[in-house]
């Protein structure tokens, strides 16, 4: 049977892919001026979906954005929903802009949708079971800060205020996900250590 890295790897192979970090995945807002440049190798899995829809010539389906692994042999599902480009560009003026947004991303979709792919680009490779952890991961930490710093006495009137109503909103549609290990990296300069600190997590049956 087939380990975490040795998925990773078969995987990369099937859609002729290089190793990606999560900083070359991640659109951020001011990437110059982030001075904690996440490292932790990971596959750029909408490379993968293409690559997949391509061969099986269908209609191009959701799937995740980052696909990773640690050392405690677990698997890792990706999804990337930061803040701060959407608060810079759609200026929410209310509450339940934000909740509509967050209502379009369709998490478990992705989730579902990726699973898909990898069982039916590893369905030759034998039984594989094997621990998955279905991690999003947003900015709204790194974008709160520097708020504060900037402007703390006009917060409370400013789109910023709604970055908690985005990150609650990410928790609740995590909550429905019940047949996976879920987590939520609100600041997405600690990645890296979220990636490595998991040690186990449930058995997820691809083939």
Not at 31 to 59: G, S, W
Not at 94 to 106: F, N
Not at 156 to 174: C, W
Not at 187 to 195: V, Y
Request: net charge negative; hydrophobic share 35%; with cysteine.
């Amino acid at each position: 049977m087939i380990d975490a890295h040795e998925i990773y790897e078969y995987i990369k192979k099937y859609a002729s892919l290089e190793d990606n970090v999560f900083c070359d995945l991640h659109k951020c807002a001011s990437p110059d001026k982030c001075e904690h440049k996440q490292n932790h190798c990971m596959l750029n899995f909408d490379e993968v979906k293409d690559a997949y829809c391509r061969n099986k010539r269908i209609t191009p389906c959701k799937s995740a954005d980052g696909f990773s692994y640690n050392n405690n042999g677990i698997l890792f599902i990706i999804e990337i929903k930061g803040w701060e480009l959407y608060n810079k560009y759609s200026k929410p003026k209310t509450e339940q802009e934000v909740v509509d947004k967050v209502g379009e991303y369709g998490l478990s979709v992705k989730l579902s949708d990726s699973l898909m792919i990898c069982k039916d680009v590893l369905r030759k490779q034998g039984e594989i079971i094997v621990p998955i952890v279905y991690l999003v991961v947003s900015d709204i930490k790194n974008e709160g800060i520097e708020s504060i710093a900037s402007n703390l006495s006009l917060l409370a009137e400013t789109s910023s205020s709604f970055s908690h109503v985005y990150g609650d909103e990410i928790k609740s549609q995590l909550s429905s996900i019940s047949d996976i290990d879920v987590g939520f990296v609100e600041n997405c300069q600690g990645i890296a250590n979220e990636l490595c600190s998991w040690t186990k997590a449930r058995q997820i049956q691809l083939v």
